[in-house]
């Protein structure tokens, strides 16, 4: 009896009714007033910006509510959480990195199964994801090739606290996903020039053309998806100095994303071919 009379005095049910009630009031203000902006003529920016602001607040908020209703509770739970955290900590650091690592994948979403990623110079497709590692069919060597080499990496989720993740897909509709692709073509710095990158935009229009429209349709939905403006999909060539004898033209073009490997090596095919039947 006295055990049971102990566990209702440690659980104040009126506390966890009003916590409860402002979770919820909570929620419905925050996507009530995340939809309005998002529906709002505001700028894209104004737009990302007070939605940040306005999930900031709504933490703060929350925060506030948990110290006022169990500051007793938790001020008594950290100090004795605390002596067993120290201690665990020394004992198994990386454990603790890998599911600090995995509860970082949970909520910021940088990536999910079968998009491409990179970190910490390792590049592949992402096949599974799990609590203290994830696995990634190799792609490479490096960003020379987008094929895969056949290996399989198991890389330990510590390495997402520490390094930046770079994500080259990104999923808005069940449909196909596009990329804006770049890449770099060395050329000698002569007259011969505005040749050269006329022939590259020719062969990249030429067998980027058929995509235009799907492409322009996906980067429409993900541009409303983030909240950005949209970026302009024509095939574009600009022009970069390494030094006085060379010049980079970097060719950008938006193709499907399981198929910017062939369609760069088509692109490079014909532009050769042009600069040798010239």
Same mark, same amino acid.
């Given at each position: 009896?006295?055990?049971? @009379?102990?566990?209702?005095?440690?659980?104040?049910? @009126?506390?966890?009714?009003?916590?409860?009630?402002?979770?919820?009031?909570?929620?419905?203000?925050?996507?009530?007033?995340?939809? *309005?902006?998002?529906?709002?003529?505001?700028?894209?920016?104004?737009?990302?910006?007070?939605?940040?602001?306005?999930?900031?607040?709504?933490?703060?908020?929350?925060?506030?509510?948990?110290?006022?209703?169990?500051?007793?509770?938790?001020?008594?739970?950290?100090? !004795?959480? *605390?002596?067993?955290?120290?201690?665990?900590?020394? *004992?198994?650091?990386?454990?603790?990195?890998?599911?600090?690592?995995?509860?970082?994948?949970?909520?910021?979403?940088?990536?999910?199964?079968?998009?491409?990623?990179?970190?910490?110079?390792?590049?592949?497709?992402?096949? %599974?994801?799990?609590?203290?590692?994830?696995?990634?069919?190799?792609?490479?060597?490096?960003?020379?090739?987008?094929?895969?080499?056949?290996?399989?990496?198991?890389?330990?989720? !510590?390495?997402?606290? *520490?390094?930046?993740?770079?994500?080259?897909?990104?999923?808005? !509709?069940?449909?196909? %996903?596009?990329?804006?692709?770049?890449?770099?073509?060395?050329?000698?710095?002569?007259?011969?020039?505005?040749?050269?990158?006329?022939?590259?935009?020719?062969?990249?229009?030429?067998?980027?053309?058929?995509?235009?429209?799907?492409?322009?349709?996906?980067?429409?939905?993900?541009?409303?998806?983030?909240?950005? %403006?949209?970026?302009?999909?024509?095939?574009?060539?600009?022009?970069?100095?390494?030094?006085?004898?060379?010049?980079?033209?970097?060719?950008?073009?938006?193709?499907?994303?399981?198929?910017?490997?062939?369609? @760069?090596?088509?692109?490079?095919?014909?532009?050769?071919?042009?600069?040798?039947?010239?």
């Amino acid at each position: 009896m006295m055990k049971l @009379e102990s566990l209702k005095v440690l659980i104040n049910y @009126e506390d966890l009714y009003i916590f409860g009630a402002v979770i919820f009031t909570l929620l419905v203000l925050y996507y009530g007033i995340g939809k *309005a902006i998002k529906n709002s003529r505001m700028a894209n920016d104004v737009k990302r910006r007070s939605i940040a602001n306005l999930r900031a607040l709504f933490l703060f908020i929350l925060v506030i509510s948990i110290f006022v209703l169990w500051a007793t509770e938790l001020y008594q739970f950290v100090i !004795s959480l *605390a002596a067993v955290v120290a201690a665990s900590a020394i *004992a198994g650091k990386e454990v603790f990195l890998c599911f600090g690592g995995s509860f970082y994948k949970a909520f910021a979403r940088p990536f999910s199964v079968g998009d491409r990623i990179e970190v910490d110079g390792i590049r592949g497709d992402v096949v %599974d994801v799990g609590l203290m590692s994830t696995q990634l069919l190799e792609v490479g060597p490096k960003d020379y090739t987008q094929q895969l080499t056949g290996r399989t990496i198991c890389i330990p989720n !510590s390495l997402f606290l *520490a390094n930046k993740v770079f994500n080259e897909t990104d999923s808005v !509709s069940e449909g196909r %996903d596009f990329v804006l692709h770049a890449f770099k073509v060395p050329i000698e710095n002569n007259q011969y020039w505005e040749q050269h990158r006329q022939y590259l935009l020719d062969s990249s229009k030429h067998f980027c053309e058929k995509y235009h429209e799907q492409a322009q349709a996906f980067f429409h939905k993900l541009a409303k998806k983030r909240q950005v %403006d949209i970026p302009l999909i024509e095939p574009r060539v600009n022009i970069k100095f390494d030094n006085a004898k060379q010049i980079f033209l970097i060719v950008r073009v938006s193709v499907p994303v399981e198929r910017k490997g062939t369609i @760069e090596q088509d692109i490079l095919k014909d532009y050769l071919k042009k600069c040798h039947s010239a």
